[in-house]
């Protein structure tokens, strides 16, 4: 019997490598990984892995996004209900109201949606959900009532959602199945199979079975000998190029309809139906979080390729778990797993690696240099200070660490963030939930950044000298009560760091000393040696000057609402 092998390819392939690796340890099969390659030693070994592998691919997918599926948040009330039923005078008007909402805008939003309607055949038995949703009245109470003169139709109403929610329970399959399918799955494939609209097969598990898993097995026994074409993706022998790359979200196309994308209006890109498996698993080899996903293509090796991204999972959760529900997670998650890497282990000095992330229904894409990877895992204690640091632009709010993490992988320097939060610090303050210490750890990683290309060296020091040079400038014009000035002062030298305008510059903060009788610092003279001194500095010293200025929401921690 022949071996199979399997080895990493590009980006989406090596993501479904990942996915498929996954399932199949998870569920005890013992994989064989030889460098870059997924080993299986027969064609019987890879059949038998594949058993049952429709219930592998969505029990991996529900378990490990559970906390995150609307189906939890219907089950997860459960304890809270059954808690208010023994112990019935605990209930007070904050839980009475957060039993109401639980009932309007989750259980009964969810059970009347169009996913969960299309469950119920599956599920079966006696008890009909919409009915009983449709019977499901919350209990009002009036003015001039306690909570106490409503307990019979209170109880009642918590017996009518102790079924529904005991329904949901027995149909976890199918109705936390059909929420990966819409949350998940769809980032990554789309418009076959269960997403197909015409699909006539209403089991997505069969329709899994049938679409991807069997055509699988039965290509593995079929006679290739006389198949002329090749698959685009491994080269084995196909016998034609009905499977197409078109179901795969942002890359594949239409082949029928756009045949200008194909050499000569031919489409010659096809792949062999263990491949279009292999594709469909890429959801399980990404990591997402609230709408965004991330891959890491680390394809020195298959195992180093599972290790950083089941790393970067690890991150995600731990941080999940703390309620920090913002989309930073995902670069929380990147940064804290370059730093968490062992110098034994680390294979990212040897190349660069690219990271895959999925944002608002796109792919963004970066290589990650051995310069920046170096940067972000020397900035960690400055990139932990940033993550509740946000400020609102035109109604967006904006989260600082995510801001400057893009930059950082766009391979950017800060400059234009820093000029624009120190200019809303001085105009729109109310805008500014962040203090004059985090735009001085921004300018702490934009000081390694410049380090990292050769433009700065060995003048750390000045970074700390140029803010606290101007902290105490500002002390003593707040002892010549002329706080007043400082805005129209720190414009001006904005402006001329803006337009590199270093007269301007110098000559405004010479005034500013001129005014308080006080010799020159030291360090303003560092913002001559050359453009990025002027700016590293001189924003610095911007910083350091309207470091007492803040309103109520710029806390510590970045003023989280």
């Not at 399959?173 to 076959?192: D, H, P, R, S």
């Not at 190349?351 to 990650?368: G, S």
């Not at 963030?417 to 610090?425: G, N, P, V, W």
């Amino acid at each position: 019997m022949s071996e199979i092998v399997i080895e990493l390819g590009t980006w989406q392939y090596n993501a479904g490598i990942a996915g498929l690796c996954n399932i199949l340890e998870k569920n005890g099969v013992e994989i064989n990984i030889h460098e870059d390659k997924l080993v299986f030693n027969s064609e019987e070994e890879l059949k038998k892995a594949l058993e049952n592998f429709e219930e592998k691919y969505f029990n991996y997918l529900i378990e490990k996004y559970e906390k995150t599926l609307s189906w939890y948040k219907i089950v997860s009330y459960k304890e809270e209900l059954q808690d208010i039923k023994n112990n019935f005078e605990t209930l007070d008007e904050k839980k009475f109201q957060e039993l109401d909402k639980y009932i309007k805008e989750v259980l009964k939003y969810y059970i009347k949606s169009a996913s969960y309607k299309a469950a119920y055949e599956l599920i079966g038995g006696n008890i009909d959900p919409l009915q009983l949703e449709k019977e499901l009245k919350p209990v009002s109470i009036k003015k001039n009532e306690k909570i106490s003169d409503k307990k019979e139709d209170i109880l009642k109403m918590i017996d009518k959602v102790l079924v529904l929610i005991e329904y949901c329970e027995k149909g976890k399959e199918y109705l936390a199945g059909k929420n990966v399918i819409y949350t998940l799955i769809k980032n990554a494939w789309n418009g076959v199979c269960f997403l197909n609209p015409q699909t006539k097969e209403k089991n997505f598990y069969k329709d899994f079975k049938n679409y991807f898993v069997d055509t699988a097995l039965s290509y593995l026994d079929e006679d290739k000998s006389k198949y002329k074409y090749e698959c685009f993706v491994c080269d084995n022998k196909i016998k034609n190029f009905d499977n197409d790359f078109s179901f795969l979200n942002q890359t594949g196309f239409d082949t029928a309809r756009k045949p200008s994308h194909a050499w000569n209006f031919l489409n010659n890109a096809g792949m062999c139906p263990l491949c279009r498996l292999i594709y469909s698993c890429i959801p399980v080899g990404f990591n997402y979080v609230y709408g965004n996903g991330i891959f890491i293509n680390s394809n020195q090796s298959l195992t180093e390729l599972l290790r950083v991204n089941r790393l970067v999972y690890e991150k995600i959760y731990n941080h999940n778990t703390k309620n920090e529900g913002n989309s930073s997670l995902t670069y929380r998650a990147l940064a804290e797993a370059l730093k968490d890497e062992k110098e034994e282990n680390l294979k990212y000095e040897l190349a660069d690696i690219q990271m895959v992330r999925y944002e608002n229904e796109k792919y963004y894409f970066n290589i990650l240099s051995k310069n920046i990877i170096k940067i972000i895992k020397n900035s960690k204690n400055d990139l932990d200070f940033l993550t509740k640091a946000w400020y609102r632009e035109i109604n967006t709010d904006f989260r600082i660490y995510e801001e400057v993490m893009k930059k950082l992988l766009n391979n950017q320097n800060l400059f234009t963030l820093i000029y624009k939060l120190l200019f809303y610090k001085v105009s729109r303050e109310k805008d500014c939930h962040f203090t004059a210490n985090h735009v001085m750890n921004i300018l702490n990683i934009n000081y390694r950044i410049l380090e990292g290309v050769g433009l700065m060296e060995n003048k750390e020091k000045f970074n700390r000298e140029a803010k606290a040079a101007g902290f105490y400038l500002r002390e003593k014009y707040i002892n010549k009560k002329a706080e007043h000035k400082i805005p129209g002062l720190c414009y001006r030298i904005l402006n001329g760091i803006k337009t590199n305008n270093r007269k301007m510059v110098m000559d405004t903060i010479f005034n500013m000393y001129l005014y308080v009788e006080s010799p020159v610092s030291n360090v303003i003279a560092k913002m001559l040696d050359d453009d990025k001194s002027l700016e590293q500095f001189g924003y610095g010293f911007t910083a350091g000057f309207l470091s007492g200025k803040q309103n109520e929401n710029s806390k510590a921690d970045g003023g989280e609402e």
